[in-house]
């Protein structure tokens, strides 16, 4: 065991700090922590390659109903037998549904848990304006959007399985209104793609300088590059979330002044994938 004037006789260097100084004088940690932030690691990343596939998924919808309605028809296992098993889109929304709960009970450590931490991240974010950290601050704000906004559309999937539907999908987005499906969107968006950066920061996936052993942080390097990529991603989701959104929209309104607001979507002759499995 080191004594403190040996401990404190060298100033460590920027160096040192990354890569701890005297952790072999630390008392040991619980492995909890470290399993914790795996699980928040895998989750995150099974939820944000989700996105891209529920974006592809939702907008289908741009191209026709029709498409839409197969792709629904898909995931829903019609083309087992030619009926629809609602209990395959519970077990899928089920899945992500779990995954949610892990991701945010293990991100809840890092949360502020009083005002006095809240103001402290918050200066710190100022005082260090550095891109990284901003991006965190911009993450904490969304996850905190999210708990109020992800588990009532996951519930709402769960408990009724058959609105899995274009025209019943339409009405519930004119129903939840522009503004609210707006702001789900955006925050969905960025908060999910901060992550997947974040991710490749934390799994060191970035040249480092060979005799510092730090990533490169500096404009034109990988990690730059990946940034600036993430926020161009981030902002096409966005205004294709946008676009889906107002095609969802239309249907709902269109649905409602008809007088249809429960009436289900029905393919025309020859346009379902599945007609020969009925």
């Given at each position: 065991m080191a004594t403190d004037k040996e401990k404190y006789s060298h100033t460590p260097t920027a160096t040192d700090n990354v890569w701890g100084v005297g952790l072999k004088d630390a008392k040991r940690q619980s492995k909890c922590t470290a399993r914790l932030d795996v699980a928040q690691s895998v989750t995150g990343l099974i939820l944000g390659i989700f996105l891209f596939c529920h974006m592809a998924f939702t907008g289908s919808v741009n191209f026709g109903k029709d498409l839409f309605a197969n792709l629904i028809a898909t995931s829903g296992g019609v083309w087992l037998d030619g009926a629809d098993h609602a209990w395959m889109h519970v077990v899928f929304v089920g899945f992500i549904f779990l995954c949610v709960i892990v991701h945010m009970f293990c991100a809840l450590r890092r949360f502020p848990t009083s005002y006095k931490q809240l103001h402290d991240i918050r200066s710190h974010v100022k005082l260090v304006h550095h891109e990284d950290t901003t991006l965190w601050w911009v993450q904490l704000i969304t996850a905190f959007c999210l708990f109020f906004l992800v588990f009532p559309h996951l519930m709402s999937m769960l408990v009724n399985p058959h609105g899995f539907d274009p025209n019943l999908i339409g009405v519930h987005t004119y129903h939840n209104g522009l503004l609210y499906t707006f702001i789900f969107l955006v925050c969905t968006e960025?908060?999910?793609?901060?992550?997947?950066?974040?991710?490749?920061?934390?799994?060191?996936?970035?040249?480092?300088?060979?005799?510092?052993?730090?990533?490169?942080?500096?404009?034109?390097?990988?990690?730059?590059?990946?940034r600036k990529g993430m926020l161009i991603v981030a902002l096409l989701m966005i205004v294709g979330g946008s676009i889906t959104m107002w095609t969802n929209y239309s249907i709902g309104a269109e649905q409602i002044a008809n007088n249809a607001e429960a009436q289900r979507y029905e393919m025309s002759e020859g346009a379902s994938w599945y007609n020969h499995a009925k």
């Amino acid at each position: 065991m080191a004594t403190d004037k040996e401990k404190y006789s060298h100033t460590p260097t920027a160096t040192d700090n990354v890569w701890g100084v005297g952790l072999k004088d630390a008392k040991r940690q619980s492995k909890c922590t470290a399993r914790l932030d795996v699980a928040q690691s895998v989750t995150g990343l099974i939820l944000g390659i989700f996105l891209f596939c529920h974006m592809a998924f939702t907008g289908s919808v741009n191209f026709g109903k029709d498409l839409f309605a197969n792709l629904i028809a898909t995931s829903g296992g019609v083309w087992l037998d030619g009926a629809d098993h609602a209990w395959m889109h519970v077990v899928f929304v089920g899945f992500i549904f779990l995954c949610v709960i892990v991701h945010m009970f293990c991100a809840l450590r890092r949360f502020p848990t009083s005002y006095k931490q809240l103001h402290d991240i918050r200066s710190h974010v100022k005082l260090v304006h550095h891109e990284d950290t901003t991006l965190w601050w911009v993450q904490l704000i969304t996850a905190f959007c999210l708990f109020f906004l992800v588990f009532p559309h996951l519930m709402s999937m769960l408990v009724n399985p058959h609105g899995f539907d274009p025209n019943l999908i339409g009405v519930h987005t004119y129903h939840n209104g522009l503004l609210y499906t707006f702001i789900f969107l955006v925050c969905t968006e960025l908060h999910g793609m901060i992550g997947l950066y974040r991710l490749a920061v934390k799994w060191d996936i970035f040249a480092k300088n060979p005799e510092t052993k730090i990533m490169d942080q500096r404009a034109g390097s990988e990690r730059a590059g990946l940034r600036k990529g993430m926020l161009i991603v981030a902002l096409l989701m966005i205004v294709g979330g946008s676009i889906t959104m107002w095609t969802n929209y239309s249907i709902g309104a269109e649905q409602i002044a008809n007088n249809a607001e429960a009436q289900r979507y029905e393919m025309s002759e020859g346009a379902s994938w599945y007609n020969h499995a009925k």
